[in-house]
């Protein structure tokens, strides 16, 4: 079948670093999106892997281990704008994500 | 990034009547559509895959006849909430895929329609 592992709920300190992992696995792989939801928007694009290592974007990075169906979000810096769920989501052959819950990214002043 | 939208942004009906809300690919075109819906605390739930000229694809558990899809252009779908009742009050999330050669595929979302039936 086809899932998504992420932890459920995060804290971290205003200007920290935080990495949220994710473990998944799909019928057919076309890449790994992570996406940010602030409660009642839809999900925002952060970044996308396709081939394995580290994507890096501003603050956000993101990094891609195929063989091993295992992903992680490095967030740099933290603002307390950064609080939201942030989710994990693989696009199988299909071309549809495969969503989890999400992680529940809690920051503290 | 591509631009999707979404209309109404919010609505608010009575039970028993139907509602309408489309989805837009504003600046490509987009075979395939995405129907989400989402509950408070709870992950995106896909409802439907919806293709240009051709039927709805419905995961389990949806009813086709209670959520009508249609994608007649390649830049809109129509996802209309047939008789519906106070359990439909969902967010619902629409995405379009953009197909960019064999190395990148994104969905772009819209920013969501929040349905409350009273």
């Known amino acids: 079948g086809q899932n998504i592992d992420q932890p459920t709920e995060m804290t971290a300190t205003e200007g920290a670093i935080v990495q949220i992992n994710c473990t998944y696995q799909t019928s057919g792989f076309n890449g790994l999106f992570w996406y940010q939801q602030h409660a009642g928007e839809a999900p925002t694009f952060l970044s996308y892997n396709v081939l394995d290592g580290l994507e890096e974007k501003g603050r956000f990075s993101s990094f891609l281990s195929r063989s091993k169906g295992y992903s992680y979000l490095l967030l740099k810096e933290l603002q307390m704008k950064d609080s939201a769920s942030y989710l994990c989501?693989?696009?199988?052959?299909?071309?549809?994500?495969?969503w989890g819950a999400g992680t529940k990214l809690i920051i503290k002043p | 990034g591509a631009v999707v939208s979404q209309h109404p942004s919010w609505v608010i009906c009575k039970s028993g009547t139907s509602v309408k809300i489309e989805c837009r690919s504003l600046?490509?075109?987009?075979?395939?559509m995405f129907w989400y819906r989402q509950f408070p605390k709870q992950s995106l739930m896909l409802m439907a895959t919806s293709n240009e000229g051709s039927k709805a694809t419905y995961e389990q558990g949806v009813e086709k006849d209670k959520f009508l899809i249609n994608h007649a252009s390649l830049t809109l779908s129509t996802l209309t909430v047939t008789s519906a009742h106070p359990e439909d009050s969902s967010f619902y999330i629409c995405?379009?895929?953009?197909?960019?050669?064999?190395?990148?595929?994104?969905?772009?979302f819209g920013p969501g329609t929040r349905l409350t039936v009273l």
């Open positions: 989501a693989p696009m199988d052959s299909n071309y549809q994500l495969i």
């Open positions: 995405s379009a895929l953009k197909l960019a050669g064999v190395s990148y595929n994104e969905q772009f």
């Open positions: 600046d490509f075109q987009a075979t395939t």
